[in-house]
C-alpha cells in the first residue's frame, strides 16, 4: 500500500500531462479527464489515511536519486487526505463555474499541476523535494491567479502574489543548504534524528544551527502564510478565478503552518523563536481582525479574514501547541472553501434581494434598537465571566489533566474564555421572548462548541504526536519565565476588560456618532483606511528599484 | 593569470561582460546569436580549467557583483534577444563562484550550459516574435496567449527554465552552488534569483498577458511547438540525471 503512495503526486501530474499531450479539445473531455483523476487521488490518499491507522508507522519512500523521496507520517497522511479532498470540490466546482471562460483546458492542467506540488510538498521526504514543490506551488500560482490574461488587475496582484512567495522561498532554500552542510543528508527523517541526537552540534554565525535554520523556516512561513507585513498579497488575490481563490484559501496559504509543524523537530530546539511566532501570529490576528472589519467587499473582507484566521494558527504554533495548529488550518481551510464557493450565490441573491433577516438579532445588533427585556445585570455578568472559565476548564481537565500545566495552554484557554465571554456579554441584551431560554441554548451552544474542540483538538495532539514527551518539550520550549509570563498575562487581561468598559461607555453614551472626529480618530481612520500603507510602501521601493535598473541601463547604453 | 583574465572575457565579468553583449547587440542572426551564447561560456570554461592558477578569493564577491548588477539591468530589458544576453551574463558569472568552490571541469561545462542553452532558446524565440510584429519587444504586442497560445507555451517553459525553475535543470545547479558558498556568498545569490523571477513575470506580462490587439498572426506550427517542449523535456530529463538533484 504504501508504495501506492507514489501515485499520490502523480495521478494529478498525469491528468495534467495527458490533457496538455493528447491535446483534448472538447470542455467536456478535459473536465471529465481531470475530475476522474482527482477522483483517484481522493480516494488513494483517503487509503493511505487509512492505512497509517490500521499500520502505525511513518514510512520513508524512495526513487534511488538524491531526491524525490516521500514521507508517510501523520502530518503528510492527513494533509493529503484534506488537500486532495479540497482539490475534488474545486476541480467539481469549476466544471461549470469555468465553462464560459477562455483557456479552459488551461485551467484545468494547472489546476491538476497545483494540486500536484501541494501533494508533493506534503509528502515531501528530502529537503531538495520540499523545496521544488515550495517553489513551484509560488510559480503555478502566480498563472493561476493571471488566469483572465486580458485584466491588468489580475496580472498585477498575481506578481504581488509571486514576489512574496518567491521571497519566502529564499528563506526556506537557505535553511536547506544550511542543514546539508552540517549534517550532510538531505533526507527528513534522518535529519531529524541527528538534531535529535546533538541539536547544538553546529552553529552558525555564532548562533545554534537550530535556531537559525528555525527562524529561516518562519520566514518563509510567514511569507506563504500571508503574516504582517508580508500580508498584502492575500486580500488582492480575490481578481483571480473564484475555483482558485478557494484552493489557495482553503489550502496553499496554509503551507505556514505545515511547515512550521513539518520542522517541529528543529523548532523544539528554538523556544525563541517560537516566541517571535507568536508575536507575529498576534499581530497579524489582530490587524487581520480589524481590516475585515473596514472592508465592503465581502471577498476583500473574506481574504483579510483568512489572515486573521492565518495569525491565530501562528499564535496556536507560537505557544507550543503545534497539533492544534494543523486542526485549526483544516478547519479553516473547510468553512473558508465553503465560503468562497457559496460567495457567489450569496452575491446573486443579493441582487434579487436585500437579504437581511428583520429578527431579532438583526433589530439589535445593526438597527441597534432598545431591548424590552434582560437578564439583571449581576446574573449576566455572573454568566458571562463564570460559565466559559468553567466549560473550558472542566472540558480540558476531562480530556487532559495536565494540560493547564502548560504555559501555551493557558494562553489558549484565556483566549477561548474571553471569546466565551464576550459572546455572552453581547447577546445578554438582545431582545428575547424568554431571555433565559435564549441563556440556556448560548451556554448548550458554547459547550459544545468548546467540548468537540477540546476532543478534537486532543485528538489531532495524539494522532500527530503520539510522543508525549515531544509534545511536552513542544509547550515547555515555548514557554517563558513565569514573572515574564504572569506579568503579560496580567497586561492582556487589562487590555481586555479595558476594551470592553470602552465599547460599554461608547455604546452607553450613542456611540458616539455625532459631532467631529478627533484628528486621533481620523489619523486612525486613514491608517486603516490605506490598510497601514504597507501597499504604498512597497510600491514606492519597486519603483525606485525599477527607476535605478532604468538609469543604470541608460548609463551603459544597453550592453 | 592571463588566462584568468581571458576567461573572465568569456564568462563574462564586468566590465569585460560589455564586449560579450556588444557582440551579442550587433548579431542579428537568431543562429548567431544562439550559438554564441552556447559556445562563448564554454570557451570561458575551458580557458578557466586551462588556467594553472587557483581562482582567486576576491573574484567570487567580484563575481556576484557582477551576476547582481546585471539581475538589476535586466529589470527594464524589454527586448527578448537583449533580455536573453542580459540574463546569460547574470548567470555566467556565477560560474566563477562554483570554480572556487572547488568544481570539477565536467561540473564547471555542466553548469555554463544549464544557463546558457535556455537563453539561446529565449533568443531563438525572439526570431518568430519579431517576423509577425516586426520587434520582440515586451509590451509592443500583449496578450498573445489568447491569438498564439503555443508560442505562449514555448516561450513561457523556456524563461521558466531560463530563470532556474524546478525541475530544469539550472534550479538543482544553484543549489549545488549555494551549498559550495559561504553565508554571505548564498545570501547574494539568492537574492540575484529572486530578481531573475522578478525579471521572467515583467518579460511574460508583456507577452503573454494583457489585453490581446487586433492584429493578430498565427501561431507557431503544431510540429514547431512539439520539437521545442520535447527539447525542454530532454533538458529536463538530462539535468536530473547528471545533476542528481543538487545539493
Known amino acids: 500500500m504504501d508504495k501506492l503512495t507514489i501515485l499520490l503526486p502523480a495521478m494529478p501530474l498525469l491528468s495534467a500531462l495527458l490533457i496538455a499531450l493528447l491535446g483534448v479539445r472538447s470542455r467536456r473531455g478535459v473536465a471529465r479527464l481531470s475530475v476522474g483523476f482527482a477522483v483517484l487521488t481522493f480516494l488513494l490518499a483517503a487509503a493511505s489515511l487509512a492505512f497509517y491507522l490500521v499500520e502505525g508507522q511513518p514510512h520513508w519512500m524512495s526513487l534511488g536519486r538524491g531526491w524525490g523521496s516521500l514521507y508517510l507520517d501523520p502530518l503528510a497522511s492527513l494533509m493529503a487526505a484534506m488537500v486532495a479532498g479540497i482539490s475534488l470540490v474545486v476541480h467539481v466546482y469549476a466544471v461549470r463555474y469555468m465553462a464560459e471562460e477562455p483557456g479552459y483546458a488551461r485551467f484545468y492542467i494547472l489546476l491538476d499541476l497545483m494540486a500536484a506540488a501541494i501533494l508533493l510538498m506534503v509528502a515531501a521526504g528530502d529537503l531538495v523535494t520540499l523545496l521544488v514543490a515550495w517553489h513551484l506551488i509560488g510559480v503555478l500560482l502566480y498563472f493561476l491567479l493571471g488566469h483572465d490574461a486580458a485584466r491588468p488587475a489580475a496580472q498585477r496582484y498575481a506578481f504581488w502574489t509571486f514576489f512574496t512567495y518567491r521571497l519566502g522561498d529564499l528563506p526556506l532554500i537557505l535553511a536547506a543548504v544550511l542543514l546539508y552542510q552540517a549534517y550532510g543528508t538531505t533526507s527528513l527523517p534522518a535529519l531529524f534524528e541527528l538534531i535529535g541526537a546533538d541539536p547544538g552540534a553546529h552553529h552558525v554565525v555564532g548562533l545554534p544551527l537550530t535556531t537559525v535554520t528555525a527562524f529561516l523556516v518562519a520566514l518563509a512561513a510567514f511569507a506563504r502564510s500571508a503574516q504582517f507585513p508580508l500580508h498584502i498579497w492575500l486580500p488582492y488575490t480575490m481578481e483571480g478565478p473564484t475555483p482558485v481563490s478557494a484552493l489557495m484559501h482553503a489550502g496553499i496559504v496554509n503551507a505556514g503552518g505545515f511547515i512550521i509543524n513539518r520542522f517541529a523537530p528543529v523548532f523544539v530546539h528554538a523556544g525563541e523563536v517560537l516566541h517571535l511566532v507568536f508575536v507575529v501570529g498576534l499581530v497579524t490576528a489582530i490587524l487581520g481582525s480589524v481590516l475585515m472589519l473596514m472592508q465592503n467587499d465581502i471577498k476583500k473582507s473574506l481574504g483579510y479574514s483568512t489572515m486573521g484566521q492565518m495569525g491565530f494558527m501562528f499564535v496556536e504554533a507560537g505557544v507550543g501547541a503545534f497539533s492544534l495548529a494543523i486542526y485549526h488550518l483544516i478547519a479553516h481551510g473547510l468553512f473558508k472553501g465553503t465560503l468562497f464557493l457559496g460567495a457567489g450565490s450569496v452575491i446573486n441573491n443579493a441582487r434579487k434581494h436585500d437579504g437581511v433577516p428583520h429578527d431579532d438579532v438583526y433589530t439589535f445588533v445593526v438597527e441597534r434598537k432598545p431591548v424590552a427585556y434582560r437578564l439583571p445585570w449581576v446574573v449576566a455578568a455572573a454568566l458571562t465571566v463564570v460559565v466559559p472559565f468553567v466549560i473550558l476548564g472542566l472540558s480540558h481537565w476531562l480530556v487532559d489533566d495536565d494540560f493547564v500545566g502548560r504555559q501555551g495552554a493557558i494562553i489558549l484557554l484565556f483566549f477561548g474564555w474571553v471569546t466565551g465571554a464576550q459572546l455572552l456579554f453581547v447577546t445578554y441584551r438582545l431582545r428575547a421572548g424568554s431571555p433565559w431560554r435564549l441563556m440556556a441554548m448560548i451556554i448548550l451552544s458554547l459547550v459544545i462548541v468548546v467540548a468537540g474542540y477540546t476532543w478534537i483538538g486532543h485528538a489531532f495532539d495524539l494522532f500527530l504526536y503520539p510522543d508525549r514527551a515531544f509534545s511536552d518539550r513542544l509547550y515547555a520550549a515555548a514557554s517563558i519565565p513565569l514573572g515574564t509570563f504572569e506579568v503579560l498575562a496580567a497586561i492582556l487581561s487589562l487590555a481586555v476588560v479595558g476594551g470592553w468598559a470602552a465599547t460599554y461607555y461608547a455604546t452607553a453614551n450613542g456611540g458616539l456618532r455625532s459631532g467631529e472626529a478627533s484628528p486621533l480618530r481620523l489619523a486612525l481612520y486613514s491608517l486603516l483606511s490605506r490598510e497601514f500603507y504597507v501597499a504604498d510602501v512597497y510600491t514606492w521601493l519597486t519603483q525606485a528599484v525599477l527607476g535605478l535598473s532604468r538609469r543604470l541601463n541608460v548609463w551603459l547604453r544597453w550592453v | ?247
Open chain 2, 1 to 247: 593569470m592571463t588566462l584568468l583574465l581571458i576567461a573572465a572575457l568569456f564568462l563574462p565579468l564586468f566590465p569585460l561582460s560589455i564586449v560579450f553583449n556588444g557582440a551579442l547587440a550587433q548579431l542579428r542572426k537568431p543562429v548567431a546569436h544562439c550559438v554564441l551564447l552556447l559556445v562563448w561560456p564554454q570557451l570561458g570554461v575551458a580557458l578557466l580549467t586551462l588556467a594553472s592558477h587557483a581562482v582567486p578569493p576576491y573574484v567570487v564577491p567580484w563575481a556576484l557583483l557582477t551576476a547582481g548588477f546585471y539581475a538589476l539591468r535586466l529589470l527594464t530589458v524589454r527586448d527578448m534577444g537583449q533580455w536573453a544576453g542580459v540574463l546569460a551574463t547574470s548567470a555566467l558569472a556565477l560560474t566563477w563562484a562554483l570554480a572556487a568552490g572547488g568544481a570539477d571541469r565536467a561540473e564547471l561545462h555542466a553548469f555554463a550550459f544549464w544557463f546558457s542553452l535556455p537563453a539561446a532558446l529565449v533568443a531563438l524565440l525572439a526570431h518568430p516574435l519579431a517576423r509577425r510584429f516586426g520587434a520582440a519587444y515586451a509590451g509592443l504586442q500583449g496578450g498573445l496567449i489568447g491569438s498564439q497560445p503555443r508560442l505562449s507555451g514555448a516561450l513561457t517553459l523556456t524563461v521558466l527554465a531560463a530563470v532556474a525553475t524546478p525541475p530544469f535543470p539550472g534550479f538543482f545547479a544553484l543549489l549545488n552552488l549555494l551549498q559550495k558558498l559561504d553565508l554571505s556568498g548564498a545570501v547574494g545569490v539568492l537574492a540575484i534569483w529572486m530578481i531573475w523571477g522578478w525579471a521572467a513575470t515583467k518579460l511574460l506580462q508583456g507577452f503573454i498577458f494583457g489585453a490581446e490587439r487586433a492584429v493578430s498572426s498565427g501561431d507557431i506550427g503544431r510540429i514547431s511547438s512539439l520539437a521545442y517542449t520535447g527539447l525542454l523535456g530532454v533538458f529536463v530529463i538530462a539535468g536530473l540525471y547528471l545533476t542528481g538533484g543538487g545539493l
